[in-house]
């Protein structure tokens, strides 16, 4: 079962570019990895998704390593309005796999 | 997301009544999902569906069970409320393969 370890939370400063690590050393073979970004009372919103290398999308990267053991979401130049939690997420429910949110990390950003 | 909607949006009620908790959407989407979060906390799947006739347990399916009256349409029922049952739900829809997850706005259950 895949467990997802995430820092609890991370400052930065407007225009910088920050990176988020996740790990998950049980990966299954099946697994993607998912990032969602959550605002207060709000749903979790899709940011980014990959299997393995680096994939890019007009708001993130996502970078995973050969042995996927981990991967790095990255944001670059954050405004204010990046600060939320983002959440790793690691399974696959296809064919009764599981499908499991870590803790979040907690990103401020400060002007 | 507008496409995926939540009713209530807020709940209170009292430990051992039954409550129902809707979501519908407009995405087309065959899949759909119940989490459940706690403060602090990530969330928690509760019970998923692929499409109308399947069913399936998430990791906290206990006190908890649902419905899918049409594509569009799963219901999450709690049977008899009890305080720990208190969190923010969230229905998701998605559309298979990689599990990429939609979220509605969330139902904020509080049970006395």
């Known amino acids: 079962l895949a467990k997802t370890t995430q820092p609890i939370s991370m400052d930065s400063y407007e225009g910088q570019e920050v990176n988020i690590t996740c790990s998950h050393n049980n990966i299954a073979t099946n697994d993607y990895i998912t990032w969602y970004q959550q605002f207060p009372s709000q749903g979790p919103r899709f940011i980014i998704q990959g299997y393995k290398t680096k994939v890019t999308n007009e708001v993130a990267s996502l970078f995973i390593p050969a042995d996927r053991k981990s991967s790095t979401l990255s944001l670059p130049r954050v405004s204010l309005s990046d600060t939320a939690v983002y959440y790793c997420?690691?399974?696959?429910?296809?064919?009764?796999?599981?499908?499991?949110f870590g803790q979040g990390t907690e990103l401020s950003v400060k002007p | 997301d507008a496409d995926v909607t939540q009713t209530p949006r807020n709940r209170i009620t009292k430990t051992g009544k039954r409550i129902m908790l809707e979501c519908s959407q407009t995405?087309?989407?065959?899949?759909m999902y119940w989490y459940r979060q706690d403060p602090g906390l990530g969330l928690r799947l509760i019970y998923y569906?692929?499409?109308?006739?399947?069913?399936n347990k998430g990791e906290i399916s206990d006190g908890y069970s649902v419905s899918r009256q049409a594509q569009a349409k799963f219901s999450l029922s709690l049977e008899s409320a009890i305080p720990n049952q208190t969190a923010l739900y969230f229905c998701?829809?998605?559309?298979?393969?990689?599990?990429?997850?939609?979220f509605g706005p969330g139902t904020r259950l509080t049970v006395l």
């Open positions: 995405k087309g989407h065959d899949r």
């Open positions: 569906s692929f499409d109308v006739k399947d069913i």
């Open positions: 998701a829809t998605g559309t298979g393969g990689t599990d990429t997850q939609y």
């Open positions: 997420l690691v399974g696959d429910l296809n064919q009764g796999g599981k499908l499991i």
